[in-house]
């Protein structure tokens, strides 16, 4: 894959999660003051969302976002045999996120565009 196609794939899957967590996508917008939220914004917000009692209200739900999106994207990086981002440190779990009570698996495959989500609750 290109950079360019990594990049357009990227914002298309903040774009669509961010339908599923408004809430947490329309805070990090104003706190981050963008218009538009990149996948490293989305990432790295926790080293905001953890220094500022006044988001305390989105941690949960920015945590979900925030697994999805790795999801997708480690299926993405899997599928067009990224290994250099799979091993980006920007997409490991971060400690927050391994207390959920599960994680969001993705079935996709390159040809069909169809990406379909399904919550794992922790065994």
């Known amino acids: 894959t290109t950079r360019c196609d990594t990049s357009r794939v990227c914002n298309a899957i903040i774009s669509k999660l961010a339908q599923h967590f408004p809430a947490s ?65 920007n997409f490991m779990a971060i400690e927050q996120e391994m207390k959920l009570p599960g994680s969001f698996q993705v079935k996709a495959g390159l040809n069909t565009g169809q990406v379909t989500f399904q919550w794992q609750p922790v065994q």
């Open 25 to 89: 996508y329309e805070r990090m917008r104003q706190e981050l003051n963008k218009f538009r939220l990149s996948v490293e914004d989305v990432l790295n917000f926790h080293r905001c969302l953890y220094n500022n009692q006044h988001l305390k209200d989105i941690s949960q739900q920015y945590l979900l976002f925030r697994n999805c999106v790795r999801s997708a994207l480690h299926k993405y990086f899997t599928l067009t045999g990224n290994a250099n981002e799979l091993r980006n440190a």
